[in-house]
């Protein structure tokens, strides 16, 4: 797909859009014939020297959020080079336009406005949603990114400032999977916020409310879904960032009414999974022997639990067999059965009869500590927010009873990771598989070098929906997401080589996404969630949307 259409515009409302801006790329009879002489430096320039540019700046600058603020300011004036500079230096602007940095984006968001993009669609403008939405801009609109800023990251509410994940998320999809960015619509529901600092800053751009909850907040959900189905009934829809009460009740209620999925939910337990399993495959073991601890019961947790029960359950568990592998503990400690759980969280709960010989130090309650000394588990993984939680204590505690034990502190940003990977590797003595939510520095020890894998969203979502948009599936099924998963895992280092990393290089990633695309869109039409096609045309209509950012 060609990166730009033939301008109808000229001068400055040329340069002013940054779907056709150009910038010292335009030619010299580009030029004359869309009156550019005088509005652009004499210097003709190809988009490589352009972006070396603009990498050298983002080298020369000190903190990450000067870097973000930079890479979004090319992104609004050239969307081409924003997108040929992410996709040719993805280590670099990787941890800028996603996690870490964009958390800092969506705290700082008000600070740093400039120019719109994307859509606020505020309690207070409910009414207005449908005429928004019909704005024939949109008309090409494929991918929706939607967020109500209540959960952004391990940060909490941000307001309107959770428009930055949006943003973010969408950049993904078009930089690792192809899709072209005018098929792409970030959206930020301001429902308003809880966060009084926000309430207070005098240069907050949302609405200035408390958060709407209950019978509101779901009408509004209601009239939001309604307008989308109408105005883009083929869409895929992804709900981001919202809170824990919210997240899997709106996936349930919604995901057969619109083609839509939630990332933290089932992308977050996709990647989590392949890179178990990877893991698995190394220590020559099987995942239903695993003895699985998840720090963190909210949506992510108790999701990447779903999924991998649903692994399970595929090599001859019983559903009861599976979920006695898991041990699920939150800020009251180990679910029990006796709690006031979601029902999400549930199916996860233990018995107190289960654990009435345990060995506790605290009667009131079973604490990470007490279920690492009693179950002895294989697998340790971390979505709790909670920095350090993976004490050098605990962590020595599990490695005396496994040999070589998988530890995931997922936690973003990188201030609320569960653990270092430096110190994971010196308490476990190198004998630990290390994933972080976040992305780290590799790490040396005598004359040993680890390099850290990220257990990244990234390499799932944008993949999946390349897939679905390519055969216009009109469900996103669990299955699509074990495809996902599935693939990765084949793509694994460690598949050739046991001392290679557990996830293929990021830098591999818009080739990881079209193999990833082809199965999940396989998967729609095995299913029968998109039209019957053979393989060959799923390949073409995946190559047929996959933009690839030139001139």
């Not at 240069?203 to 009239?223: A, L, T």
């Not at 009934?233 to 209620?253: G, M, T, Y």
Request: glycine share 6%.
């Amino acid at each position: 797909m060609s990166s730009k259409k033939t301008p109808q515009k000229k001068g400055l409302d040329l340069l002013d859009d940054p779907f056709l801006n150009k910038g010292t790329a335009f030619t010299e009879q580009e030029r004359t014939d869309l009156n550019l002489h005088g509005l652009l430096p004499v210097a003709q320039e190809t988009i490589q020297e352009q972006a070396s540019r603009v990498v050298d700046r983002i080298k020369n600058l000190s903190s990450n959020l000067e870097k973000y603020v930079t890479l979004r300011e090319i992104q609004n004036t050239n969307e081409t080079l924003f997108y040929f500079i992410v996709t040719n230096h993805l280590s670099l602007t990787l941890p800028i336009i996603y996690t870490p940095t964009v958390g800092e984006g969506c705290v700082h968001f008000s600070h740093i406005y400039t120019r719109p993009r994307g859509l606020f669609l505020s309690y207070s403008n409910k009414d207005k949603i449908q005429r928004i939405l019909d704005n024939p801009q949109f008309d090409n609109t494929s991918v929706i990114v939607v967020s109500d800023g209540e959960r952004i990251l391990g940060l909490g509410d941000q307001g309107a400032g959770g428009m930055g994940i949006s943003i973010g998320k969408l950049s993904l999809y078009t930089a690792c999977a192809g899709i072209h960015p005018q098929k792409t619509l970030p959206i930020l529901l301001d429902t308003g916020t809880d966060n009084q600092t926000l309430l207070n800053d005098p240069q907050y751009i949302g609405w200035r409310h408390p958060r709407i909850r209950n019978q509101e907040y779901d009408d509004f959900i209601e009239h939001f879904v309604s307008a989308v189905k109408k105005r883009f009934p083929k869409v895929l829809l992804q709900w981001e960032d919202f809170a824990q009460q919210n997240a899997s009740r709106i996936l349930e209620k919604y995901r057969n009414k619109l083609c839509s999925f939630n990332d933290d939910i089932q992308g977050t337990a996709a990647i989590v999974t392949s890179a178990l399993l990877s893991a698995i495959k190394v220590t020559k073991s099987s995942l239903k022997n695993q003895k699985i601890v998840v720090v963190g019961g909210g949506s992510a947790g108790c999701g990447i639990s779903q999924m991998i029960l649903k692994k399970m359950m595929q090599e001859g568990l019983s559903q009861k067999e599976a979920l006695e592998k898991f041990f699920v503990i939150d800020r009251n400690g180990l679910f029990l059965n006796n709690m006031d759980l979601l029902p999400f969280q549930k199916p996860f709960t233990k018995t107190l009869e289960s654990i009435a010989l345990w060995t506790l130090e605290n009667k009131t309650i079973v604490s990470l500590k007490d279920t690492i000394k009693n179950v002895h588990p294989t697998v340790l993984i971390g979505v709790s927010g909670q920095p350090g939680i993976f004490t050098e204590e605990i962590i020595k505690e599990m490695a005396k009873h496994v040999e070589r034990p998988i530890i995931l502190p997922l936690s973003n940003p990188t201030s609320k990771a569960e653990a270092t990977p430096e110190n994971l590797i010196r308490w476990t003595h190198g004998k630990a598989f290390i994933g972080t939510g976040s992305p780290f520095p590799d790490v040396v020890q005598g004359n040993q070098h680890f390099k850290i894998d990220q257990i990244n969203n990234s390499y799932i979502f944008p993949g999946l929906g390349l897939g679905i948009i390519a055969v216009e599936a009109s469900f996103v099924s669990d299955e699509m997401f074990m495809a996902a998963a599935t693939t990765l895992t084949n793509l694994s280092p460690s598949k050739q080589d046991p001392k290679r990393n557990l996830l293929p290089s990021l830098e591999k990633i818009r080739e990881i996404s079209l193999e990833i695309a082809f199965a999940v869109a396989q998967c729609a039409v095995k299913q029968k969630l998109a039209q019957n096609l053979s393989d060959d045309e799923i390949r073409k209509k995946i190559k047929h949307i996959f933009w690839t950012p030139q001139y």
